[in-house]
């Protein structure tokens, strides 16, 4: 496990560290003051906006039914907790301006309704986590205004529900720290920070009556979250992707803004190396379409980062305010109207000069991310991204070296993105079985196809060489690990005077044993091959992507469905990329990030693959120029 030097200092924890814990309420994520001026006669005509926008959306679940107890795939509870937090949001909002109005009732309705439910599904602990944050940030901001038998009954939900299951756990961490602890305390990924965010808003929002729990919240949660944190060094990239670092960003904010509102400091927890520059990862993993590089297990109808309207912008905003980071600040536009937090945010300062233009090009170390594009605000701009990190992290596939390419407002070669989470085992022993999460399913190498996953699932690769040169920016990275068969692998990506791309694959094979080789890339774009196969046209939405098959020159293009190779494994249920979906796993696809889309109403573009087949191979270099060819 990768350990950032200074962090588990920057968070030691006061004797008394309930020293500077605020007497008055709220506690959570908006003091006073900012309700304070929420409710003043001369609001901006910008914040009179954002809150009606609030007041629209709180008026719309007047008449909406409280939630119900539903697992539909029977394993999470969790877009309940998320329908819950939300509602949370919007009626405390308007409640506690309005306190003799309808929503003060409203609110009591939906807390009653998800405080007698007989659990808040403690076996997928994000369930239980963002349930209490919902219930504690709607209990501390209208604490002055619940009856003492409504107080009484969320208290001990709080406790029954989220705060004694969330200390079992922090328990058995505890005690069994050299043993294989595999539950969230223990993790390093997204469930870390959700887990602890949730479990100390509730800490925090029942500390007048129990402040031993929320002093044993605040010591477990600081000895566990360096654990997940440090993966945010040295530049702010996140190893499960953009959609992750979107769920991931959402609850740290939380629990930053919880210590600030509650403490008055963050006991130095902002300070953890990465979290300045992190505002820039999304963005600059983000392409001219408006769609993300999704690695991992993101997916890929995702809003753009440069836009407005949408909840990842609210993120990107809120960091930038936080670490004045310029480069972060030329990507932080104003968040959308209804986003609650943005609202209890809001300062009335007037806006920083423009920060100048961000480089164009960006590397992401640890994350192994790179991404190169030829202009910022141009929808025709040319942009690739890539990244050979680690396939041990959570929510990874056995995609190293893989990328996507931007060109003419068009994504060319796209990433599949995951499958649907219900599919058996599919975070279990059958993962790899999944088309969309082996090597087979990305824009990389295979190498003796099999049922293997096409590459070693515990390695890790590097980016060796990266020069952001103005007129010809390359990156190398060095993928031997991946593949037991090589001893040397790297690729290489090159833009010529960035109008074109370049991929260049040099590798030798063990004891210069013959290999199978494929090298394949996915697109959505209709293929035409030329007669001898050294060419190929990629057309979409009217534009054309020219693809040469620069070298071995006794080598040739050939068009595959995105399907699995005739030896490899093609489980029942898996997503055919035909634009179909399969029958019978559909019924709850799990909305793992705050940045996803709703899918598409008309039925997607299919995908194909291009593909060169090398067999019988002991070395070879594949190099292959991908250049736009504008109308």
Known sequence: ?????????????????????????????????????????????????????????????????????????????????????????????????????????????????????????????????????????????????????????????????????????????????????????AMTNNWNVICNAGTLSAALALADTRPDLLAQVLRHAFDSLPACLQHFAPDGGWPEGTGYWAYTARYLDTLLRNLDTAFGHTFNLDQTPGLKQTARFVPYLTGPTGLPFNFADSKLKSPSPQKGGNPLSYLLWQFARRYRDPIAQAFSPEPPEDAPLALLSHTPNPKPTPPPAPPLDAYFRGVEAVAFRSAWHDPHALFVATQCGRNTVGHNQTDLGSFVLDALGVRFIADLGPDDYNLPHYFGPLRYHYYRNRAEGHNTLVINPNDSPGQDPQAGGSVTHFDPHPDNPIAEMDLTTAYPQLTRYTR????????????????????????????????????????DGRTATLIRLGQSLRVTLDTPADAAFQSRPASPLPTSPNPEGQNPNDGSQPEGNRRHVHRQTVVDLPSNAHRPDPYRKLSIHLPQTTNATIRVTFTPQPA
């Not at 010529?496 to 004891?511: G, I, M, N, S, Y």
């Not at 210069?512 to 697109?523: E, G, I, M, N, S």
């Open 1 to 185: 496990m990768r350990r950032v030097a200074g962090l588990s200092s920057m968070t030691q924890l006061p004797e008394n560290l309930l020293a500077t814990l605020r007497p008055d309420r709220p506690r959570l994520l908006a003091p006073a003051d900012a309700w304070t001026r929420l409710a003043s006669p001369d609001l901006s005509s910008d914040l009179a906006q954002r809150l009606t926008a609030v007041h629209t959306v709180a008026d719309r679940l007047l008449d909406t039914p409280p939630l119900t107890y539903d697992i539909p795939d029977g394993k999470r509870l969790l877009m309940t907790s998320r329908k819950a937090v939300d509602r949370a949001y919007h009626l405390a909002i308007a409640a506690r301006l309005h306190p003799t109005g309808p929503y003060l009732p409203r609110l009591a309705q939906e807390l009653d309704a998800v405080c007698a439910f007989p659990d808040w599904n403690p076996s997928h602990f994000l369930d239980v986590a963002e349930m209490a944050h919902a219930v504690a940030l709607a209990y501390d901001w209208l604490h002055d205004h619940w009856s003492d038998d409504q107080h009484q009954r969320y208290q001990a939900t709080l406790l029954s529900h989220a705060l004694e299951p969330a200390l079992e756990r922090y328990d058995d961490w505890r005690q069994n720290r050299k043993s294989q602890y595999h539950d969230w305390p």
């Open 492 to 531: 290489r990506f090159t833009l010529p005077h960035r109008k074109a791309l370049t991929v260049e694959d040099t590798l030798q094979t063990r004891d210069h044993q013959p290999v199978d080789l494929y090298w394949f890339a996915h697109t959505q774009a209709d293929i035409t091959l030329s007669s």
